[in-house]
T-cell receptor, first 115, second 113 residues
């Protein structure tokens, strides 16, 4: 079955280190999104992509970057991890197919702790 | 840009009672409104959605209503059960936003048995 996966599921790192979170989808959809989830803030958009070589900033993009070299993957990089980036990160994208939908489906999430 | 406000932030109901969560949005051009349920430690999962050309949609014990004039939409859960306990998020997609969802802050629903 088509799906969206994230790795690692849990990550502990130190302040100042570079960290990359992986997102892989097999729906072959052009649109992919990264959100972070923090208590009291809901889900906030970090970066998104509408296709290969396309990347765009969301509302909380400072300190993060993404790259899109193929349809299936949108890795999220924390250039220099900060304690404020301790959060749960979700990748999401809509279903592709003959009945396209606006609905986004979420990966299982990555819990990142920055010490 | 779009802004979505969600109320209440926490809601406790007795098993069997109804629960209502309300969201307001700012961009009158928004045309798609999904609701997600998130259980502890899990990913958000879509439970129901509605488009701007529809006023109400039902799926068994859950329903969503949309008032475009007032720019608000609500989630209604009837005959609540303990397994309905979770965090619920509303969201909106404005026209021209290319699938980008703007989320409310979430409502913690506790169903007491």
């Amino acid at each position: 079955d088509a799906e969206i996966t994230q790795s690692p599921r849990h990550k502990i790192t130190e302040t100042g280190r570079q960290v990359t979170l992986a997102c892989h989808q097999t729906w072959n959809h052009n649109n992919m999104f990264w959100y972070r989830q923090d208590l009291g803030h809901g889900l906030r958009l970090i970066h998104y992509s509408y296709g290969v070589q396309d990347t765009n900033k969301g509302e909380v993009s400072d300190g993060y970057s993404v790259s899109r070299s193929n349809t299936e993957d949108l890795p999220l990089t924390l250039e220099s991890a900060a304690s404020s980036q301790t959060s749960v990160y979700f990748c999401a994208n809509p279903l592709a197919g003959p009945s396209p939908t606006d609905t986004q489906y979420f990966g299982p999430g990555t819990r990142l702790t920055v010490l | 840009g779009e802004n979505v406000e969600q109320h209440p932030s926490t809601l406790s109901v007795q098993e069997g009672d109804s629960a209502v969560i309300k969201c307001t949005y700012s961009d009158s051009a928004s045309n798609y409104f999904p609701w997600y349920k998130q259980e502890l430690g899990k990913r958000p999962q879509l439970i129901i959605d509605i488009r701007s050309n529809v006023g109400e949609k039902k799926d068994q014990r859950i329903a969503v209503t949309l008032n475009k004039t007032a720019k608000h939409f609500s989630l209604h859960i009837t005959e609540t059960q303990p397994e309905d306990s979770a965090v619920y998020f509303c969201a909106a997609i404005p026209v021209g936003y290319g699938n980008k969802l703007v989320f409310g802050a979430g409502t913690i629903l506790r169903v007491k048995s």
